[in-house]
């Protein structure tokens, strides 16, 4: 029901900061549960970074925990992800994706398209 469009990705340095963005439409922010998942080469997709719309609450996955925050601005219709001292291991393919809380599953989640995040060395 809902479309999700990431914004961001590129080539950056480790340890620099780099913000990507993600539109939603169709996106209920405060009955659903929205975040960030990332494929890295030769892994599954795993989820890094959510927040709860309810309530605030925030989960973050250990590799990036301290790192990077997921922030949402509803009146706007965005969803947002800072990334800080980044490492060659951030390097992935970054998705968006959203669901109803009340459905309590990613398995079917409005996703985006997904992004390429390189780090270089």
């Known amino acids: 029901e809902g479309k999700l469009v990431e914004s961001g990705g590129g080539t950056v340095q480790a340890g620099e900061s780099h913000r990507l963005s993600c539109q939603a439409s169709?996106?209920?922010?405060?009955?659903?549960?929205v975040g960030w998942f990332r494929r890295r080469p030769g892994k599954e997709r795993d989820g890094i970074a959510t927040?709860?719309?309810?309530?605030?609450?925030?989960y973050y996955a250990d590799s990036v925990n301290g790192r990077f925050a997921v922030s949402t601005d509803a009146a706007n219709n965005m969803i947002y992800l800072q990334m800080n001292n980044l490492k060659p291991e951030d390097t992935a393919i970054y998705y968006c994706?959203?669901?109803?809380?009340?459905?309590?599953?990613?398995?079917?989640?409005?996703w985006g398209q997904g992004v390429q995040v390189i780090v270089s060395s």
């Open positions: 994706g959203a669901h109803l809380e009340r459905i309590e599953t990613w398995e079917t989640a409005t």
């Open positions: 169709g996106v209920i922010f405060e009955e659903s549960l």
């Open positions: 927040i709860r719309g309810s309530n605030g609450k925030q």
